[in-house]
Nanobody, 125 residues
Framework: QVQLVESGGGLVQPGGSLRLSCAAS????????MGWFRQAPGKEREFVAA????????YYADSVKGRFIISRDNAKNTVYLQMSSLKPEDTAVYYC??????????????????WGQGTQVTVSS
């Protein structure tokens, strides 16, 4: 019953920054760990980052570690993905999702659900 809506995507130059937002409704936001995934054309949807219920525990895909930061504001029912030093290979549709399993530090697609509609991020000159 949780509904997620991503926003903040757009066209940025390599090396640029962008912040994505994911607004949640229909559930108790603070009760869910949240994740960001991305999918480029012709590729599988891949894990990007996740944050625990309080945001105190975060983990990242190796490809974005040090460049992306996931955070959340439970008072606003929103999770963010701050992206910096963007590369062309970061181009994808970015999705947020609710972690629906108790698996620790999971990166598995099957452990997340209630997917949003996605927001397009294009990194190009």
């Amino acid at each position: 019953q949780v509904q997620l809506v991503e926003s903040g995507g757009g066209l940025v130059q390599p090396g640029g920054s962008l912040r994505l937002s994911c607004a949640a409704s229909g559930g108790t936001f603070s009760g869910y760990a949240m994740g960001w995934f991305r999918q480029a054309p012709g590729k599988e949807r891949e894990f990007v980052a996740a944050a625990g219920r309080s945001g105190g525990i975060t983990y990242y895909a190796d490809s974005v570690k040090g460049r992306f930061i996931i955070s959340r504001d439970n008072a606003k029912n929103t999770v963010y993905l701050q992206m910096s030093s963007l590369k062309p290979e970061d181009t994808a549709v970015y999705y947020c999702a609710v972690k629906k399993s108790a698996s620790i530090l999971t990166r598995a697609l099957a452990d997340f659900g209630s997917w949003g509609q996605g927001t397009q991020v294009t990194v190009s000159s």
